[in-house]
């Protein structure tokens, strides 16, 4: 059975899904639909047009998105570079070098703040463009439930614990999975998928870890 960029879409996607309940709350599918009202197909026509461009990209926004739930929840946190207080989560070594996409969400934010000034977060606008990505992939739409609020602050520390390379063995994985509400079989979701895939979608996974 051949894979292609849909079928690894679909997977990662399911694993999202999770991540994100696990870190929603008290969150709204329609949280902008009066404050905002064009954030939706704002977000989804600047994802189209990146992918468009450069295909990878819809794997670089997903697995920006992924890497900021899995340090502090979904908060954005992985947006903010260093300064004289903290050091960022760019700078971990699961992400440094390594992560793409921050200019087309800087872009799309920039969008959205000459149309609905300080109305959306950069967290919602992380997780919006993710679903968006696996879309433009081939891969299902899923509802985002939104409202989430930026973090102010941001942990490289947390980031080199939280995230791992892909030789970390499994027992970590499952415990790195578990504390954020993910089961064993969300890790099979993942890791089932990468092994069986082309070289091109095994990339695309690695990425994600």
Not at 106 to 121: F, G, H
């Amino acid at each position: 059975m051949g894979y292609s960029y849909s079928s690894a879409a679909v997977a990662v996607s399911v694993l999202v899904v999770a991540l994100a309940a696990a870190a929603s709350g008290q969150l709204s599918t329609t949280f902008y639909a009066s404050s905002c009202p064009t954030a939706l197909s704002t977000i989804r026509s600047a994802v189209n047009a990146a992918v468009a461009r450069e295909p990878r990209m819809g794997a670089s926004l997903l697995r920006l998105h992924f890497h900021d739930c899995f340090v502090q929840g979904c908060d954005a946190s992985i947006l903010l570079a260093d300064n004289a207080t903290f050091r960022g989560e760019q700078g971990a070594f699961p992400n440094v070098n390594s992560l793409r996409g921050f200019e087309v969400i800087s872009s799309i934010k920039m969008q959205l703040e000459a149309s609905c000034r300080q109305t959306v977060s950069c967290a919602d606008i992380l997780a919006v463009a993710a679903r968006d990505s696996v879309v433009a992939l081939g891969g299902p739409s899923y509802p985002v439930e939104l409202g989430r609020r930026d973090g102010m602050t941001t942990n490289q520390t947390m980031a080199n614990t939280n995230l791992h390379p892909p030789t970390t063995d499994l027992g970590n994985f499952v415990t790195s999975f578990a504390g954020k509400g993910l089961s064993p079989t969300d890790l099979v979701v993942l890791t089932g998928t990468f092994l069986q895939t082309s070289d091109t979608i095994k990339w695309i996974f690695w990425l994600l870890l």
